[in-house]
């Protein structure tokens, strides 16, 4: 059983061959470049997020301190005691 468009001579099927070839190596090339700017990216993001991580840390500490720094006025005495 035979598909019609399989070429009959060895020249043909070789010449077939070749084209597939290319055309696979093509897609390949397309293919890793996509995966290298999809790395690059991630690499980004990665960082981004933590500096955004530390940068919440500090401020998390800040309030902490300046919680722990300042009276709350429920601490208070009132002035009359």
Known sequence: ???????????????????????????LDTLDRAV???????MQLERLNELMQNKLREQQRALQEADTTTPRPEDEVPPHY
């Open 36 to 42: 290298a700017q999809q790395e690059r990216r991630l």
């Open 1 to 27: 059983m035979r598909d019609d468009d399989t070429p009959s001579t060895p020249e043909a099927r070789l010449e077939a061959l070749e084209s597939r070839l290319a055309y696979q190596e093509h897609w």
